[in-house]
Antibody
Framework: QLQLQESGPGLVKPSETLSLTCAVS??????????WGWIRQPPGKGLEWIGS???????YYNPSLNRRVTISADTSKNQFSLKLSSVTAADTAVYYC??????????????WGQGTLVTVSS | QSVLTQPPSASGTPGQRVTISCSGS????????VNWYQQLPGTAPKLLIY???QRPSGVPDRFSGSKSGTSASLAISGLQSEDEADYYC???????????FGGGTKLTVL
């Protein structure tokens, strides 16, 4: 059974860089069959797609976050990561990692991690 | 302001049928499949409907989806108390070259 687990600091200071990792078990991110994505949800608000990556490094980013986001994949550790720079309080959210159902980024996100809350505060 | 438009709330009594709408445009719903996610309180979203009207294994057939033009709908029949959750529609958007979500609909079972 595929499992995804987010990890990283729960508190980040304003203007610093948020860094999260998604560890994948029960499957390989090196598989040619899937894209992998990050989604976030501010407290009490809706879902926002951040970006998605293929094991080869091909990425798609939300244009509203594009200049601050970097998503990378580490196939040796079977994990992928999110970096969001110059954070503000507006970046406070539960961050989820998920798997797309195919090697096309426009297919559904079918497996999700449990999410991790990141608070931006001094 | 979400790219896809959903009503913020919906409600029904046990056994009733409720529908949740999702309105988009030609660059998203009009061109790509719609997916629906169910988010129970305090949990991660769960894929409920994909490719407009397909149910993943394990999703009861009480849940159904449809799409027409630039709009989509989620229908829940035989409403149960455990269906009380937030529901989100989502689709790929050509002009943004990325995923867009609806703002979510909070379903209350009275």
């Amino acid at each position: 059974q595929l499992q995804l687990q987010e990890s990283g600091p729960g508190l980040v200071k304003p203007s610093e860089t948020l860094s999260l990792t998604c560890a994948v078990s029960g499957g390989s991110i090196s598989s040619t069959s899937y894209y992998w994505g990050w989604i976030r949800q501010p407290p009490g608000k809706g879902l926002e797609w951040i970006g998605s990556i293929y094991y080869s490094g091909s990425t798609y980013y939300n244009p509203s976050l594009n200049r601050r986001v970097t998503i990378s994949a580490d196939t040796s550790k079977n994990q992928f990561s999110l970096k969001l720079s110059s954070v503000t309080a507006a970046d406070t959210a539960v961050y989820y990692c998920a798997r797309h159902s195919s090697a096309m980024p426009y297919t559904q996100l079918d497996y999700w991690g449990q999410g991790t809350l990141v608070t931006v505060s001094s | 302001q979400s790219v896809l438009t959903q009503p913020p709330s919906a409600s029904g009594t046990p056994g009733q049928r409720v529908t949740i709408s999702c309105s988009g445009s030609s660059s998203n719903i009009g061109s790509y499949a719609v997916n629906w996610y169910q988010q129970l309180p305090g949990t991660a979203p769960k894929l409920l409907i994909y490719s407009n009207n397909q149910r993943p294994s394990g999703v009861p057939d009480r849940f159904s989806g449809s799409k027409s033009g630039t709009s989509a709908s989620l229908a829940i029949s035989g409403l149960q108390s455990e269906d009380e959750a937030d529901y989100y529609c989502a689709a790929w958007d050509d002009s943004l070259n990325g995923w867009v979500f609806g703002g979510g609909t909070k379903l209350t079972v009275l």
